[in-house]
């Protein structure tokens, strides 16, 4: 897919590029609503074709998700490595600029951790510039990937989803359509369930301190067939506790946002979390560990926070959210307007202003678009 407007700045290559992820399709939107050309791929493979064979002046490569399939057979496993490898030097060696937001530091359900960790750790050398979602993952970044040069490494606000989803009808609507009670505190658990996200923990500390008066929600795709069933076998011994293991349409998600009184998230070994900011967006409270996905994003005025380190953190944190529902619409309206704040436009400026520093553009040059000049701010 390749879109563009008719001010060519800079020429761009999106990658590993998903339409469905509104992340990259906001990104990418407004890169080109902001002047930029911006060519999408499905993968590293297909970019270095377009790029090498295709014949396309490409001046930057902005990677998200390293994506190299690492299977059972070692050997395979090591040529797909550094033939990955072997792309991002050879555009390097052809002038391609490489951008690098750092999602997550390692993949979540990784096989080979201390392989994965050698590829972003060249990956990371490779690059010019690393972005992250905020200054606690830059920290973790520089440590994990022993960079000696910080300064590389530069911190963008992950931007909001509203407006994206439809937002139309009200609570009471959205619950009629699930069958709840209006009167209930109803905590949401949204997103594609993955070990990682401790479901069962929450499933377990949720019922053991929720009354008749609160219901727990999980909701999203499985990551596989067998854990969408363990996950729903599991809640089935919770009365409280409504497991719906499907993926959700666009339409659909607000159907889960706007029934629910808060969002819950039950884990800390993330970078950033895309879903905090979707609660947000639809002006909704929060139930979040303090740690790096969330502890810039949250704040107490729109969030009960807890240790991540505490046995007991989760389930006094749920106890007290149920008991404090009076606070979460309030709460949630605090949400929103700090979530407003990280617009794409703000955001792609941003990023577009990190693209012309790598190419060395000049000031004159980087003026020319509104909001830019104070790129490295």
Not at 89 to 103: E, Q, S, Y
Not at 197 to 209: D, M, S, T
Not at 335 to 342: K, M, P, S
């Amino acid at each position: 897919m390749q879109t563009e407007n008719n001010t060519k700045n800079i020429t761009v290559v999106l990658t590993p590029f998903d339409e469905y992820n509104p992340y990259l399709s906001e990104l990418a939107g407004h890169l080109c609503e902001e002047g930029c050309r911006v060519i999408t791929s499905g993968d590293l493979k297909d970019a270095y074709k377009i790029i090498i064979r295709g014949g396309e002046k490409v001046d930057v490569l902005h990677l998200h998700w390293l994506r190299i399939k690492t299977g059972s057979n070692i050997f395979r496993t090591l040529i797909r490595v550094f033939a990955y490898l072997a792309r991002l030097v050879n555009l390097r060696g052809r002038g391609v600029k490489i951008v690098w937001t750092v999602h997550n530091m390692l993949p979540h359900e990784t096989t080979r951790p201390r392989l994965e960790l050698w590829v972003r750790k060249i990956a990371a050398k490779l690059a010019n510039v690393l972005l992250v979602h905020s200054e606690g993952a830059k920290q973790q970044i520089v440590s994990r990937y022993k960079l000696k040069n910080s300064s590389k490494v530069r911190v963008i606000e992950h931007g909001n989803y509203i407006g994206f989803y439809p937002n139309e009808i009200s609570k009471q609507q959205a619950r009629r359509q699930l069958g709840i009670d209006e009167d209930k505190t109803v905590i949401l658990c949204f997103g594609t369930l993955r070990p990682y996200k401790n479901v069962e923990g929450l499933i377990y500390n949720f019922a053991n301190v929720a009354k008749d008066d609160a219901q727990l929600l999980v909701v999203g795709h499985p990551l596989s067939e067998q854990y969408g069933r363990g996950i729903t076998d599991y809640a089935s011994r919770c009365e409280n506790v409504t497991v719906i293991a499907e993926y959700v349409p666009s339409e659909q998600v607000q159907v889960y946002m706007n029934a629910c009184d808060a969002v819950v998230f039950a884990y800390s070994n993330s970078l950033t979390s895309g879903v905090a900011l979707l609660a947000m967006s639809f002006g909704r409270a929060c139930i979040a560990p303090r740690s790096t996905a969330f502890e810039e994003v949250l704040d107490e005025a729109g969030a009960f926070l807890f240790d991540p380190d505490d046995g007991h953190g989760p389930a006094e944190t749920i106890r007290r959210t149920i008991a404090e529902r009076e606070k979460l619409d309030a709460m949630g309206r605090y949400n929103y307007e700090r979530a407003a704040q990280w617009d794409w436009m703000t955001i792609s400026r941003k990023v577009l202003g990190v693209y012309f520093e790598v190419l060395g553009k000049k000031a004159s040059e980087r003026s020319q678009l509104a909001g830019i000049t104070n790129f490295c701010d």
